[in-house]
């Protein structure tokens, strides 16, 4: 599968904005899908997941309650809506699948086999 993600950009601190990821294929709905999030200098770190029919969800403790992770298998396509956001999330956000971990969501960078390309969300203060 391959992945696009799209939405980022420059908000104010305490601001609203909203990702998206296209998957290619018509395997989507068989992947969990994720978000996770790299800051310069910084190692990627895991944000939000969704199991594939979008019914469990799964967030970092630093996005819970702001972030909302969810999919439309129909549009083959991922979303991440970010509320009350701060200039600590100012990270490149990539979009992941995992086709491998069952039924189980994964926080680690290594459980996913596809990544996008990546968007620049820059919040500033």
């Known amino acids: 599968v391959q992945l696009q993600a799209f939405g980022g950009g420059l908000v104010q601190n305490g601001g609203s904005l909203g990702l998206s990821c296209k998957a290619s294929?018509?395997?989507?709905?068989?992947?969990?899908m994720g978000w996770f999030r790299q800051a310069p200098g910084k190692e990627r770190e895991f944000v939000a997941a969704?199991?594939?029919?979008?019914?469990?969800?799964y967030y970092a403790d630093f996005v819970k309650g702001r972030f909302t992770i969810s999919r439309d298998n129909a549009k083959n396509t991922l979303y991440l809506q970010m509320n009350s956001l701060k200039p600590e999330d100012t990270a490149v956000y990539y979009c992941?699948?995992?086709?491998?971990?069952?039924?189980?969501?994964?926080?680690?960078?290594?459980?996913?086999?596809?990544w996008g390309q990546g968007t620049l969300v820059t919040v500033s203060s």
């Open positions: 992941a699948a995992d086709k491998n971990s069952g039924s189980r969501i994964q926080s680690l960078v290594s459980a996913y086999d596809y």
């Open positions: 294929g018509r395997t989507f709905r068989n992947y969990i």
């Open positions: 969704i199991n594939r029919s979008g019914g469990v969800t």
